[in-house]
């Protein structure tokens, strides 16, 4: 069944893992995907990907840091497809480090990113959905860890804050009669990396290594009921609830998809990567 049938869909950090796993489950079940990404060549792949199975969808290189590049993503899906009905907010990044030694620029760059850029998309998402009195969802998506605070203190802080812009924006909607959901998900570990590309050899060192990374989750798997990290499409399905009419009566709600690691208090990160 088509649950998402004729409706348009912007997806951001869609040029792999979680964004790219989303963009592809959309277009199977109807929708037709804006496929946004900071690396354009990965954004391509993923709409190769929905092309060759039959689906419709446009490429688009996007900071969402950038008013300007929100712009031109706005104008793509309004000239490709007329309108827009959901949005994804999925582009994030994550630093490690310890907050005593984490300078401002940093701060503001991981914030920048994960919250700021959630924010224009859903501003930029009210003005077109409202002006044309489209049905709309946007969905969020945040982390376990803006819910237990175990990750880097920017990133947590950042996903922390999506909750009350995701609640907040929910009421003001709702109150001023605009026909837009606007929800949070909450995923847990998962198998894939949020890591980008380096701009300098300072930022380069900052990144886990694959070692690393490797023993963050060991010892994170510990810490969760179903002992596992979850695939892409498994959080994908999540969000595909979301944008459809299946979720018609939720609004300003959170819907946590990581495998029991909220439930048992979740565990903070191995001291060896805070150093």
Same mark, same amino acid.
């Given at each position: 069944?088509?649950?998402?049938?004729?409706?348009?869909?912007?997806?951001?950090?869609? *040029?792999?893992?979680?964004?790219? !796993?989303? $963009?592809?489950?959309?277009?199977?079940?109807?929708?037709?995907?804006?496929? !946004?990404?900071?690396?354009? $060549?990965?954004?391509?792949?993923?709409? !190769?990907?929905?092309?060759?199975?039959?689906?419709?969808?446009?490429?688009?290189?996007?900071?969402?840091?950038?008013?300007?590049?929100?712009?031109?993503?706005?104008?793509?899906? +309004?000239?490709?497809?007329?309108? +827009?009905?959901?949005?994804?907010?999925?582009?994030?990044?994550?630093? $490690?480090?310890?907050?005593?030694?984490?300078?401002?620029?940093? @701060?503001?760059?991981?914030?920048?990113?994960?919250?700021?850029?959630? &924010?224009?998309?859903?501003?930029?998402?009210?003005?077109?959905?409202?002006?044309?009195? &489209?049905?709309?969802?946007?969905?969020?998506?945040?982390?376990?860890?803006?819910?237990?605070?175990?990750?880097?203190?920017?990133?947590?802080? !950042?996903?922390?804050?999506?909750?009350?812009?995701?609640? $907040?924006?929910?009421?003001?909607?709702?109150?001023?009669? =605009?026909?837009?959901?606007?929800?949070?998900? =909450? /995923?847990?570990?998962?198998?894939?990396?949020? @890591?980008?590309? /380096?701009?300098?050899?300072?930022?380069?060192?900052?990144? /886990?290594?694959?070692?690393?990374?490797?023993?963050?989750?060991?010892?994170? &798997?510990?810490?969760?009921?179903?002992?596992?990290?979850?695939?892409?499409?498994?959080?994908?399905?999540?969000?595909?609830?979301?944008?459809?009419?299946?979720?018609?009566?939720?609004?300003?709600?959170?819907?946590?998809?990581?495998?029991?690691?909220?439930?048992? *208090?979740?565990?903070?990160?191995?001291?060896?990567?805070?150093?």
């Amino acid at each position: 069944m088509n649950r998402v049938d004729g409706k348009i869909a912007i997806v951001t950090g869609a *040029g792999g893992g979680l964004g790219g !796993a989303t $963009s592809e489950l959309l277009a199977t079940a109807g929708a037709k995907v804006v496929v !946004a990404d900071i690396d354009l $060549s990965a954004a391509e792949k993923t709409v !190769a990907n929905i092309v060759a199975t039959g689906g419709q969808a446009v490429a688009v290189q996007q900071d969402v840091s950038s008013e300007s590049d929100w712009q031109r993503v706005i104008d793509t899906t +309004l000239e490709n497809f007329g309108q +827009l009905n959901v949005l994804v907010n999925n582009a994030g990044m994550g630093m $490690s480090g310890q907050c005593k030694n984490m300078s401002l620029e940093d @701060w503001r760059r991981i914030l920048g990113v994960n919250l700021d850029g959630a &924010f224009l998309g859903i501003r930029s998402a009210i003005n077109v959905m409202a002006d044309n009195n &489209f049905s709309g969802s946007i969905i969020n998506i945040s982390s376990a860890s803006g819910l237990v605070g175990g990750g880097p203190v920017p990133y947590s802080t !950042a996903k922390g804050g999506m909750t009350m812009l995701t609640k $907040s924006v929910a009421n003001e909607c709702g109150r001023l009669g =605009y026909k837009i959901r606007v929800n949070t998900v =909450y /995923p847990g570990v998962i198998n894939t990396s949020m @890591w980008i590309t /380096p701009r300098n050899e300072e930022e380069a060192k900052a990144i /886990p290594s694959e070692a690393e990374k490797n023993r963050l989750r060991e010892n994170t &798997f510990q810490h969760i009921p179903l002992g596992r990290a979850a695939e892409p499409i498994e959080v994908a399905k999540g969000v595909l609830f979301l944008a459809s009419d299946d979720s018609s009566y939720m609004t300003g709600a959170s819907l946590v998809i990581d495998g029991g690691y909220t439930a048992v *208090g979740g565990q903070t990160l191995p001291k060896d990567l805070l150093e």
